[in-house]
């Protein structure tokens, strides 16, 4: 087995029993391909630390011998999660396992950066309620650097924004920001419908369109990342346009925004989400053909992600969901239509906690993000075992 370099090697130890613990140390060995001297020359010091623990087993190995999993200590750290959007900010308050225990929500009224960090700042005082913190997340719809800058945040209007510097001088407390959809995907791996597989999709439709992706599980993040590339994919060369020029692309089709302009120009007045619904489901005719439309578009599209990345579950969120309730035998039949015969069937799982989830993601991306650091400089500062008792 191979061995690992001491601070890499604890971090994987950690996200390893942090996602599947409690775990015995043979299959944490064999997961990571550690020999049981590394397993417990690379665990020691995160015991020590507080964050993992030796837990008794009912299971015992030879004769008599209790095993002792490992498992994480869920009360070694505080963290708070916040999904931001352009119109409001949801914050949690975790433990190490981002199991929430208290939830605030905040209208964003200015969206300028200095209005909204300093909402953000009051906003984690409220839901932490003077708690010490351990980290804080910041999930946010756009593209992210090196979990720090927002580089590009159409919602809000930003460019090149220190959300994680200035945040974290107001807040006093390591801040990591993510892309929204990478945090829920990250969150959906840790406790959502598709925890325990290793490759999964993400879709998500509401205001937009996002895409996650997990592969042998690790959530894929690349440089292009938040810049919603699931949302300008094609679905329909007769579809509607999107704002930003395409036709028939999965934003034209299925998010909210554009599935209300398309029956607003039909009817010639306003119209709401769940009223297009309601329209649709009493047969008033231009709703009718929108939402099949998107229907047929949302079973295309799950058809693409599975088909190309060879998945065989994929996970629906956002504030949208409320058209695949209504419509779900459409787009399931149009999944199987665009599938071989002979695939696997397709488990679709639908996430409608709503903004919870996605701030829980961003509190687990923060967490992950401290794991990851064990041994740096902007590591966590845990709560010492005694402090914890």
């Known amino acids: 087995m191979s061995d690992l370099v001491s601070a890499d090697g604890s971090s994987k130890i950690a996200r390893e029993v942090l996602i599947h613990g409690p775990i015995s140390r043979a299959e944490l060995g064999l997961r990571l391909g550690l020999s049981a001297a590394s397993l417990t020359r690379l665990s020691k010091p995160l015991i020590e630390s507080g964050l993992l623990v030796e837990r008794q087993s009912a299971e015992a190995v030879g004769v008599g011998r209790p095993t002792k999993p490992l498992d994480v200590v869920a009360d070694a750290g505080r963290f708070v999660g916040i999904k931001l959007t352009g119109d409001d900010a949801t914050a949690v308050l975790t433990d190490v396992r981002a199991a929430h225990s ?6 964003v009224v200015d969206r300028s950066p200095g209005a909204v960090i ?11 309620g003077g708690t010490e ?20 945040a159409p919602f809000l209007g930003w460019r090149d924004v220190e959300l994680g510097a200035l945040l974290e001088e107001r807040a006093g407390a390591p801040v990591t920001v993510a892309n929204d959809v990478v945090a829920l995907t990250v969150a959906e791996k840790w406790f959502g ?14 205001a937009g369109v996002g895409y996650g992706l997990v592969s042998r599980g690790t959530v894929v993040v690349t440089p292009d990342t938040g810049l919603g590339l699931g949302g300008h994919f094609p679905l ?15 934003t034209a089709l299925l998010s909210i925004p554009s599935i209300c302009d398309q029956v607003e120009s039909a009817l010639g007045r306003p119209v709401r989400y769940d009223e297009v619904l309601d329209l649709a489901e009493s047969g008033e005719p231009a709703a009718s053909l929108v939402v099949d439309a998107a229907a047929r578009a949302l079973g295309h599209l799950i058809a693409a992600v599975v088909n190309l990345a060879m998945l065989d579950a994929v996970v629906l969120a956002g504030e949208g969901l409320e058209l695949v309730r209504r419509t779900r035998s459409r787009v399931l039949e149009v999944l199987s239509e665009d599938r071989d015969p002979e695939a696997l069937a397709v488990d679709v799982f639908l996430d409608d906690s709503g903004f919870t989830a996605w701030a829980r993601g961003a509190a687990a991306v923060a967490i992950e993000a401290g794991i990851d650091a064990l041994g740096d400089d902007r590591a966590w500062r845990l709560r010492s075992p005694s402090a914890q008792r």
Do not use: K, M, Y
Request: hydrophobic share 40%; charged share 20%.
């Open 102 to 107: 208290a939830v605030e929500v905040v209208e």
């Open 133 to 152: 913190l351990t980290g804080i997340g910041v999930s946010i719809g756009g593209n992210v650097l090196d979990g720090r800058t927002v580089t590009r």
């Open 236 to 250: 329909d060369p007769h579809g509607p346009v999107c704002i930003d020029g395409h036709r028939g692309c999965a």
């Open 118 to 128: 300093a909402l953000l700042a009051d906003l984690v005082e409220r839901v932490s």
């Open 193 to 206: 419908a598709a925890r325990g597989r290793s490759s999964f999709a993400v879709i998500t439709i509401g």
